[in-house]
């Protein structure tokens, strides 16, 4: 819990490596390390909409043309399985030319747990669910990029996600995307513009509804 990330590595055949340990989750088109985002900061979807962090095994591969990510975990944001149930991810992610990449990724299980502690403190790193309770959860997120020049690149990210409650929980969903704008001015200088909407339309993550 200490640390950040902390993981083992496999290098096998074919480009394959397979990560044992607690590592960052692979969808967003931010990074949870603040100062290595264009903004020097961290925004809605990566604060409201994501995962910061799975602990399990992932592997990553090539696939053809694209290359691949999947991963086995105890869900999002925990060191510790509170509810024993797995979560599982996929991602894929394809450069269409040599400006443009775009990567689509899936994570879904069951996340949260009957107690407010195991529901907000572990499930969803503080932030979590605004009720208590278990939710069958399913997130989808799209990212892409576009380098129009040496100095100028764009950025997009979309995400969905839907959490069906079980045993009488509460269910909802929510959506976010996000357009970013980055141009290194000169040797000294850049600029960066990120515009984001966060639509919480049952209140599932803030506790109240935003839409």
Known sequence: KLFKEAYVTWA?????????????????????????????????L??????????GLRAKFPVGTMSGTAFVGTGWNEVEDINSEKTLGLSLSKSLNAKTNVSVSYIGGAEGDTTASGNNSNS??????????KRTTHLFDVVGTYAASDRTKYGFNFDYANALGQNGASSGKWSGVGLYVHNQMNDK????LRLEQFNDTDGMRTGTVQD
């Open 189 to 192: 200088l850049k600029a960066t």
């Open 12 to 44: 096998g055949p074919k480009g394959l490596t397979v990560d044992l340990g607690k590592f960052d989750t692979m969808v967003g088109y931010e990074s949870s390390n603040a100062s290595a985002n264009d903004n020097y900061s961290l925004g809605l």
């Open 124 to 133: 969803f790193g503080g932030i979590g669910f605004a009720a208590t309770g």
């Open 46 to 55: 990566n604060v409201l909409a994501q995962p910061v962090y799975h602990t």
